[in-house]
């Protein structure tokens, strides 16, 4: 009987109750909320919308049967963290839920938002995530004008005002800024709040008229949001008033172009397509020589009595003035297109066709031998334009077709070093005044040094020139080129006519300014015998040759 009355006693006890009877309370029964459906409302923003922040309803279906909801609990990609008293829930078993919160919009990758409720035990429910698309709305520029869009060189002293009229579209109804860009890099920047999606800006600003060509102007707009159009550009076209020439005209409408010309103290001599050799003793009066070869020559240089003209796999050497030339040996599959001499070296330079590898030879012997040379630029050195010897120092000149150019020197030949590199403009002539070296470039740059290892940059006066050559008589050095690369590479006519050259007697102080014949390009030049020749084509791309002469 007693261990009856034991085993009813641990019955009553398991069972919850207290040996006295049936009425023990239960243990409480865990009920975590659940949340489902979550939307938010907006559930995207613009950039910076609301100052950077706007507000947000979330909107999501729970259940909880503890009927004991607390706080809803929102986290979000920034780093803020937020807790709501939620009370009007607090005795449902289920419903929908509508919080309200700030949400930023200053960051234009948007924001996820995660959410979830906590009830009065502390027990958390699941997680729901959402995101607030954040739209980026730039400005956009649809329309632009400048009223002129053209004037003369040095028209209003120097500088005239232009107006620029601006047609835009901005859906975020918060522009800022206007900004302009000139042709010498200066921006100007005017504070312009506007709080439409559509208008017109017309705004005055002032240009230089000093540089001849077609200048790039750009224009672009900056929303409160540092939202950036894109960058429109339109070209200021600045006329040269041309004056009569001092050039004549000698030889036109050859059936080849011209590339280079020298003088070798007694002759003129002109290289060019095809082989075409032509001497003159004056400039003036002018003789076809065969050269014996079909291929295309590209330059030419003279010392003493030797000349050398060199091309594709190319070598010609002449100790009479150009009247009768040799084949020498000839370094194989490259396109010569630049030749310097001195005492006791011949130094040629060139590209691998279609590859544009840049390589270097020497030779000791007057071209019966070859020997490559290091180049210390790697393997893309740039288009070899040309080479120049004096006082001990050889200098090479190269253009990355029209601009990244690069001059390099060596006191041998054999080893060579970058002395400097001009990302915007291709290095094409090198002439000596009697006191610097000079180098002419694209873009209408010139560059000088006394040394031949420290370089400066002068300002060019004329836009969209490339100067590819250049002679010096003892007093005043001469620079000239054609169109620039941008038009030539496009096989198009510029919108004016080029002044191709520039000329001065104060060692590039100061320069003037003269064409030669409408758009002729001058890819050749020397002095001698009391004249300047200039050999070239009657267009850049026309393939008919021309020469050119001026006292």
Known sequence: MRSLLFLLTLFLTACGGNGAGFDVAPEPVQHAPEISNLKL?????????????????????????GRDIQTLHVRMSDGTDLSIPVSKSANSVSGTLNETFDVTTANGYGCTIEIWLVDKAGQSSNHLFAVLSIIRH????????????????REGNGSIVVTAEITFRDAGRDLQTLWIQLPDGTSIEFDEPIATETGT??????????????????FWLVDKAGESSTH?????????????????????????????????????????????????????????????????????AAYG????????????????????WVAKAAPAYIVLSAVAINSSHVVVAGNVPDLFGSLIYISADRGDTWQDTSINCGYFCGLFADLYYRDGLFIAATTGFGSGGRAMVSSDAAVWTVIFYDEGAGLFAIVHDGSQYVVSGGNGAVFKSFDGLNWTKTHPLVADVDYLSGAWNG????????????????????????PVGI????????????????????????????????????????????IYTAD
């Open 41 to 65: 409302s907006p559930d995207s923003a613009l950039h910076m919308a609301g100052g950077g922040s706007v507000q947000v309803t979330a909107e999501f279906a729970f259940i909880d049967l």
């Open 138 to 153: 730039a400005p956009e520029i649809s329309n632009l004008q400048l009223s002129p869009d053209s004037a003369l060189y």
């Open 201 to 218: 800006l017309t705004k005055d600003f002032t240009i230089s008229t000093e540089t001849v060509g077609a200048l790039a102007v750009e």
């Open 232 to 300: 429109h550009s339109t070209e200021f076209i600045v006329t040269w008033n041309a004056q009569s020439s001092d050039w004549s005209s000698r030889l036109s409408g050859l059936p080849y172009a011209l590339h280079d010309v020298i003088w070798d103290g007694s002759a003129f001599v002109a290289v060019g397509d095809s082989g075409a050799v032509l001497t003159s003793a004056d400039g003036i009066d002018w003789v076809t020589r065969l050269s014996g070869i079909d291929a295309d020559l590209n330059a030419v």
């Open 305 to 324: 009595s030797d000349i050398f003209a060199v091309g594709f796999e190319t070598v010609l050497h002449s100790t009479d003035h150009g009247a009768t």
């Open 475 to 498: 007093s005043k050095l001469v620079l000239a080129g054609g169109y620039s690369w941008r038009y030539y590479s496009r096989r198009v006519v510029p919108p004016l006519e080029v």
């Open 503 to 546: 000329s001065s007697t104060d060692g590039g102080v100061t320069w003037e300014v003269f064409n030669i014949d409408g758009n002729y390009q001058s890819s050749g030049m020397a002095f001698g015998n009391g004249r300047f020749v200039s050999v070239g084509q009657s267009a850049p791309v026309s393939g008919e040759g021309a």
